[in-house]
């Protein structure tokens, strides 16, 4: 049974540092514009300036997105030591939380803007669905992963 929830707290760490690391400094070539908190021009990152001009608070747009950014990338480092797991999971759980609850806002929506230009269409709740996989996968690592063993 430990075989299994390490092997498993494994992989749930692995897809949600997968997930961070690619939504803040994507390692992909030609990363997809306005989608990467890190490397996007104040203004330009789609969801955070959706965030700003829906609810009037100036703040998600480049504050709250590069806070973000840094608070996924701190939670993918501690998801990635079996030792500090759990940590990273809860911190990776409270971004998570806060993501899904922006999404079910008006503010942000379930379906995301694909562009910035008006009439640009939406993602069709892509990106709400990772968020709501990703929320699952640091529960399941908080109530699976192994602790230390006592004997």
Request: hydrophobic share 55%; no cysteine; proline share 7%.
């Amino acid at each position: 049974m430990r075989l299994i929830r390490t092997v498993l707290s494994w992989a749930l760490a692995l897809f949600l540092i997968a997930v961070f690391v690619q939504s803040t400094l994507h390692p992909l070539p030609e990363p997809p514009e306005g989608m990467v908190k890190f490397w996007d021009a104040p203004g330009e990152n789609i969801v955070f300036q959706t965030l700003a001009e829906r609810s009037g608070y100036a703040i998600f747009e480049p504050t709250g997105r590069v806070l973000t950014g840094a608070l996924e990338l701190i939670a993918a480092f501690f998801l990635l030591w079996p030792f500090t797991r759990r940590f990273g999971a809860i911190i990776a759980f409270l971004i998570l939380g806060g993501a899904v609850a922006l999404h079910l806002s008006p503010w942000l929506g379930i379906e995301v803007p694909v562009s910035l230009e008006p009439d640009s269409g939406d993602d069709g709740g892509g990106l709400f669905a990772l968020a709501v996989a990703s929320l699952v996968a640091s529960l399941l690592i908080i109530l699976v992963h192994p602790g230390k063993r006592t004997d």
